[in-house]
């Protein structure tokens, strides 16, 4: 894992998102259709012809779609982003303005008359110019040259900030597809469900209660489907935009929501990513600024001084002079002392900052990475006991209810349990990539996951 990325120099969430909480409430009784049509009178045979649940296959294999990688998009956003493309010029500002705070100043050239009177017209060609003490420009110069050093942190700062965003929309995008495809296949067993108790019915072997309940579930499902649809095409778009090409169609994303973050969660423990921060190092040059500029302060009190020289024709003799003048302000009344005191409190203030940037910045290490730590437990309790047990509950339901030791009921809890935890599981996940996409942002890791 390649961290900070600092070596790449020279070149926070999304506003829609669509809860499945009651979905699986909702929707658990779709999945016993076995049951349903057993307690309506169906034979072993017509039992065994039953589909089995959707969620029965194991969750883990959630590879969705064959549409853009993430590294697809991260290398169309980064060649895209206007945001990319702002920053750059930002340095480029701060890389003209240091040139220019490090000029000297121009001469002056002036010609005139001195008087017009006949014979004793004089005729005046001087040059002057300004000489500048105790290495003012340098001092300048270099306090602007931090000004390109910051502008360089900040594009870095900006560049992962796109990077965080495009990773988190990816991540939504991608759990957002596979919870359309989930309820894809749930409204298709309720459909046959519904179907077959309508059939039963017909024949007089099942009730019109039964087909009710499963009319009404239909329903549930594909009002739910048609819900993360619409979510699944917001993220599209929301996508499209952060990349910088909101024209772009997005047809699907491809990737694997399972990837183990253990190696990630490991780094992150052991590692110290304030100091590295592109924030913090902001901060620290404007420290270095401001110094600079209260020794340029200190110094403003030493004159400058003007050199003046120049050639006189008169037209009577003598006819030619030759002019020298210098001046010197004297520094008696004005001697800087307000800015000086300012640039001081200015160091101060930077300093202080820095302290300031290091606490934020740790704050939000220290948030994401809890929520990191509370969906990987999430994670890792759903696969290593929930989803399995889960599973196993339904096996043994199923083979209990067609054998007639248990009831519908039995059947009903362990179908819906199953539903629950496979969509609860699938939203740990999203918020583990979440959190973790939000850290490797804040630690500036250029290669993730």
């Known amino acids: 894992m390649t961290i900070r990325g ?34 309506s009178g169906l034979t072993q045979a017509q039992t065994a012809a039953i589909p089995p649940s959707p969620m029965a296959e194991r969750t883990e294999d959630l590879l969705v779609g064959t549409g853009l990688s993430l590294a697809d998009l991260i290398g169309i956003a980064e060649s895209s982003s206007p945001n990319l493309r702002q920053a750059t010029a930002d340095i480029e500002m701060a890389r003209g303005r240091t040139d220019q705070a490090g000029r000297y100043p121009n001469p002056i050239l002036m010609s005139g008359t001195q008087q017009m009177n006949a014979g004793q017209s004089q005729y005046v060609a001087t040059i002057s110019q300004e000489i500048v003490t105790k290495h003012k420009l340098d001092l300048q110069q270099c306090a602007a040259e931090r000004e390109i050093f910051q502008a360089e942190l900040q594009f870095l700062r900006v560049r992962f900030n796109l990077l965080t965003t495009v990773r988190q929309s990816y991540y939504a995008t991608l759990a957002a597809q596979k919870r359309v495809d989930v309820l894809s296949r749930l409204v298709e067993i309720a459909r046959k469900s519904q179907a077959a108790a309508q059939k039963l019915q017909d024949a007089g072997e099942g009730t019109k209660g039964d087909t009710l309940l499963l009319s009404i579930e239909l329903e549930k499902a594909e009002v739910a489907l048609e819900n993360a649809e619409t979510a699944l095409l917001a993220w599209r778009r929301q996508l499209s935009a952060v990349i910088g090409q909101r024209g772009l169609r997005i047809d699907g994303v ?182 973790a996409s939000e850290l490797a942002g804040i630690a500036q890791v250029e290669v993730f996951p």
């Open 6 to 39: 600092l070596h790449w120099l020279g070149r926070r969430g999304p506003a829609f998102k669509f809860r499945f909480g009651a979905v699986a409430e909702a929707f658990g009784r779709a999945f016993v259709l076995a049951a349903v049509l057993a307690s």
């Open 254 to 435: 491809s990737g694997l929501l399972t990837v183990s973050l253990d190696e990630f969660a490991t780094q992150i423990a052991v590692d110290d990513y304030v100091p590295y921060n592109a924030e913090v190092q902001i901060a620290e040059q404007e420290i270095s600024r401001t110094r600079f500029l209260a020794r340029r302060a200190d110094v403003e009190p030493f004159p400058n001084v003007s050199v003046q020289s120049g050639y006189m024709y008169q037209v009577e003799p003598l006819h030619n002079y030759g002019i020298l003048q210098i001046s010197v302000p004297l520094p008696l009344w004005n001697k800087n002392q307000g800015n000086r005191y300012a640039a001081q409190a200015a160091v101060g203030r930077a300093m202080e900052t820095v302290q300031q940037v290091q606490n934020d910045i740790a704050r939000q290490m220290a948030d994401a990475t809890g929520r990191f730590r509370q969906a990987d437990q999430q994670v890792h309790r759903f696969e290593d006991r929930i989803l399995p047990q889960a599973r196993e509950s339904v096996s043994v339901s199923q083979q209990g209810f067609q054998q007639g030791q248990f009831d519908f009921l039995r059947l009903l809890q362990s179908q819906r349990a199953l539903v629950e935890s496979s969509l609860g599981y699938l939203t740990a996940l999203e918020n583990r990539w979440m959190a």
